[in-house]
């Protein structure tokens, strides 16, 4: 079974500073997806950025960049220049894609807080 | 861009009662919507997959008779809450597939008394 782990429940960053949030995943597959969801306090879930596994490099959004470590199983965000509207719950995820299967599985989560 | 959009926002029933969340895809077709629980400050748990025209798949230790999934169109996904009792408080999340991108709605809080 694939699992997601992120091992800091809560981060603090000052506004206009940079931040990594830590995601790790297990998984025997080669084919699969991974996202970073941010969820803030109206607990809209909000899609932040997205990795193909197949793609080497790495994925950037704007200030939200990932550090995507296949072989390491490691899937981390950088937040740059952060935002107050950046505070919110983070979460990892991951989906293998079997077609009509996409369901995703979550990481417990990571609270940021930004610091004015 | 896709849109799902999930009613009510926020229900509260009496112990015993029915309670029936609806889930549609607004600008998309979705022959499969996804049903999360969340509780506070917790990560979302998949309950089951819904898929139109034929029976939702649960996942383990979602009670089937208890949480009620229905797809009857390619827009429409409902869950009902049957006999609800306040240990089913929480917060639902539907989401569908769009361009290999989950949309979730707006979640639903539910409050039984």
């Known amino acids: 079974a694939q699992t997601v782990t992120q091992s800091q429940p809560e981060m603090s960053v000052q506004e206009a500073e940079t931040v990594t949030l830590s995601c790790t995943y297990d998984t025997s597959e080669s084919d699969y997806y991974l996202f970073w969801y941010k969820q803030p306090p109206s607990r809209q879930m909000i899609l932040v950025i997205r990795?193909?596994?197949?793609?080497?490099q790495n994925a950037t959004e704007n200030r939200f960049s990932v550090n995507f470590q296949k072989a390491a199983k490691s899937f981390s965000l950088k937040i740059s220049d952060s935002q107050l509207g950046d505070a919110a719950m983070y979460f990892c995820a991951y989906r293998w894609d079997s077609g009509s299967a996409r369901q995703l599985t979550f990481g417990s989560g990571t609270q940021l807080t930004v610091l004015p | 861009g896709a849109v799902v959009s999930q009613h009510p926002s926020w229900v509260i029933c009496k112990s015993g009662t029915s309670v029936k969340i609806e889930c549609r895809s607004l600008d998309f077709q979705a022959t499969t919507m996804f049903w999360y629980r969340q509780f506070p400050k917790k990560s979302l748990m998949l309950m089951a997959t819904?898929?139109?025209?034929?029976?939702?798949?649960?996942e383990q230790g979602v009670e089937k008779d208890k949480f009620l999934i229905n797809h009857a169109s390619l827009t429409l996904s409902t869950l009902t809450v049957t006999s609800a009792h306040p240990e089913d408080s929480s917060f639902y999340i539907c989401?569908?597939?769009?361009?290999?991108?989950?949309?979730f709605g707006a979640g639903s809080r539910l409050t039984v008394l």
């Open positions: 819904s898929n139109e025209g034929s029976k939702a798949t649960y």
């Open positions: 990795q193909e596994a197949y793609k080497q």
């Open positions: 989401s569908a597939g769009w361009a290999n991108v989950l949309t």
